[in-house]
Every structure is written in structure tokens, then in C-alpha cells.
């Protein structure tokens, strides 16, 4: 039984593609949804879901709980301890031992280290070498490459169209400048991909954009961080990364590890086109 919520977040994306229609359906709502699931009843949450109350039930068995209610208790736990704003984010800096350090750039750097370190670890561990390598192949018979990613994911999107660029590739970056952004997906066509990023919780432009180069048989490949991620069923390539945490400021040395390693090989096999 998972003792804290990321644990059982962890243990439910893992073990999704083994659970039934209905117990999928569960498992979309509450990794969506983990507010409602701490502080909803039984009741609301099953009609929010649209599954029976017993569904739930048998959803915390599959992970070992004793009742559904057992299971809502670790999600009130990571709720009531959690710091979601920036503003609590930059508290809980402010209250930490690092902070008040004479060398505090030195002992943040330790700690942003350490955690990087073990997240590479884990996404070299649990990568899948057959999407990176048919990911490099959709890009090597593009014609145009797009690449989208807003926010978080943009210094990503925007460093791969650069380096694709120096590669020789034909890039388009999607920046949105001047909000055209549909004027930008209406140069796209089935010969050209779209390589396209997204984390948690899912900026709507990139899902748009990806729903629209989709109808026109454009090929996707995405750079997300779930199997419950909406590009997941869209794509005709996912890649999925896990990336550090500290006090919830999420870090991109992962990602752009990803992005690396698609450039070499890249060079690796260039493009016939």
C-alpha cells in the first residue's frame, strides 16, 4: 500500500494499462482530480467520475487499501502539506534550513544536484528505447518539423528548433507571436511532424494544436510526463520524462536530456529527404 501520494500516483501510471475500462476511468479522474478525491464524498466523486460508488471501492483494493476512504486519506495528507502557489512555494525556500546557510547557493546547488541526478537516473531507467528511436525516425522523413511548447515547456521547444535548425532541418517554431496561433498550424501538412511538449497540467494551446495538426495527418510525436497525459492518445510517438522537485519547482534537466539525445541521433542518421 503506498504510504504518500506521489507513491501511489507513481504505482497507478505504472500498473493503468492493466486495469479495466471502468478502473481506468477512475484512475484518469483521481490523478486529475486529487483535490476532489481528498475532500469529496464517496458519492460525489463516483457521479463526478461517472462510476458506480462500488467501482471506487474496488479501485482502492486494486491498490491495497482497505476502503475507499483509506485511500482518500493519502490525498487530504499531500493536500493539507502541499505548497501549490508560488507564493507558499517561496515560503517554504524562505523556511528551509538551506536558506539561512552562509553558502546558501552552494547547498541549494547540493540539493538541486542530488535531486536532478536521481531523476535522470530514473527516466534512463525507465525509458522507451523504441519510441526515442522511432521518434528519431518521424523527424528524419519530415518535411517541416513544428515544434510546440508554451510556458514551462517553451525554453524546450525552443532550444530543439534552434538546434534543428543548425542541423540542417527545416524548423518551424510555434511562439503564438501576435496570437496567430492557427494561422502557424495552417502551414503544417501530412508530409511535415509535429514534436510537441507538455507536462502537468497540460497547457490547452499545445493540446489544440496537436488535436488540429492531427486531422491533418500530420505525424506527432510528444514530450510529455504521464501516460494519463491527453497527448497520449494522439500521438503516433510519446515520450515520457519525470523530472526533479524541489519545494515544487520542477526542473527540465531531464527533458532537455531528451532533446539531446534526439539531436545526435539525428546525426547519428541524418535525414534521406
Known amino acids: 500500500m503506498a504510504e504518500d501520494q506521489l507513491t501511489l500516483e507513481h504505482r497507478i501510471e505504472q500498473e493503468?494499462?492493466?486495469?479495466?475500462?471502468?478502473?481506468?476511468?477512475?484512475?484518469?479522474f483521481i490523478l486529475d482530480n486529487p483535490?476532489?478525491?481528498?475532500?469529496?464524498?464517496?458519492?460525489?466523486?463516483?457521479?463526478?467520475?461517472?462510476?458506480?460508488?462500488?467501482?471506487?471501492v474496488r479501485f482502492a483494493h486494486a491498490f491495497d487499501f482497505e476502503g475507499f476512504s483509506d485511500m482518500q486519506q493519502v490525498f487530504k495528507h499531500k493536500l493539507i502539506s502541499s505548497t501549490p502557489t508560488y507564493e507558499s512555494r517561496v515560503q517554504s525556500v524562505l523556511d528551509a534550513p538551506?536558506?539561512?546557510?552562509?553558502?546558501?547557493?552552494?547547498?541549494w546547488l547540493?540539493?538541486?544536484?542530488?535531486?536532478?541526478?536521481?531523476?535522470?537516473?530514473?527516466?534512463?531507467?525507465?525509458?522507451?528505447?523504441?519510441?526515442?528511436?522511432?521518434?528519431?525516425?518521424?523527424?528524419?522523413k519530415a518535411s517541416i518539423i513544428h515544434v510546440q511548447g508554451v510556458r514551462r515547456a517553451f525554453p524546450i521547444a525552443s532550444y530543439f528548433s534552434y538546434v534543428l535548425g543548425n542541423l540542417g532541418?527545416?524548423?518551424?517554431?510555434?511562439?503564438?507571436?501576435?496570437?496567430m496561433d492557427r494561422a502557424q498550424c495552417g502551414l503544417m501538412t501530412k508530409d511535415d511532424a509535429l514534436f510537441a511538449i507538455s507536462f502537468a497540467p497540460y497547457?490547452?494551446?499545445?493540446?489544440?494544436?496537436?488535436?488540429?495538426?492531427?486531422?491533418?495527418?500530420?505525424?506527432?510525436?510528444?514530450l510529455t510526463d504521464?501516460?494519463?497525459?491527453?497527448?497520449?492518445?494522439?500521438?503516433?510517438?510519446?515520450?515520457k520524462v519525470k523530472e526533479a522537485e524541489i519545494h515544487s519547482?520542477?526542473?527540465?534537466?531531464?527533458?532537455?536530456?531528451?532533446?539531446?539525445?534526439?539531436?545526435?541521433?539525428?546525426i547519428h542518421h541524418p535525414s534521406q529527404t
Open 16 to 28: 493503468f494499462a492493466s486495469l479495466s475500462n471502468r478502473l481506468q476511468q477512475v484512475a484518469r
Open 35 to 56: 483535490n476532489s478525491i481528498a475532500f469529496g464524498t464517496a458519492a460525489s466523486i463516483a457521479e463526478a467520475a461517472g462510476v458506480h460508488g462500488s467501482t471506487l
Open 98 to 107: 538551506e536558506t539561512h546557510d552562509d553558502q546558501c547557493g552552494l547547498s
Open 110 to 140: 547540493k540539493k538541486i544536484t542530488a535531486a536532478n541526478e536521481a531523476a535522470q537516473k530514473s527516466a534512463l531507467d525507465k525509458i522507451d528505447p523504441e519510441a526515442l528511436n522511432l521518434a528519431i525516425v518521424e523527424l528524419q
Open 169 to 179: 532541418y527545416r524548423a518551424h517554431l510555434l511562439d503564438s507571436v501576435g496570437q
Open 203 to 222: 497547457a490547452p494551446e499545445t493540446i489544440e494544436t496537436v488535436t488540429q495538426a492531427k486531422s491533418k495527418g500530420v505525424k506527432i510525436i510528444a
Open 226 to 239: 504521464s501516460v494519463l497525459s491527453p497527448m497520449v492518445e494522439i500521438a503516433d510517438v510519446c515520450i
Open 249 to 266: 519547482f520542477r526542473s527540465l534537466n531531464s527533458s532537455f536530456n531528451i532533446i539531446q539525445a534526439l539531436m545526435l541521433g539525428l
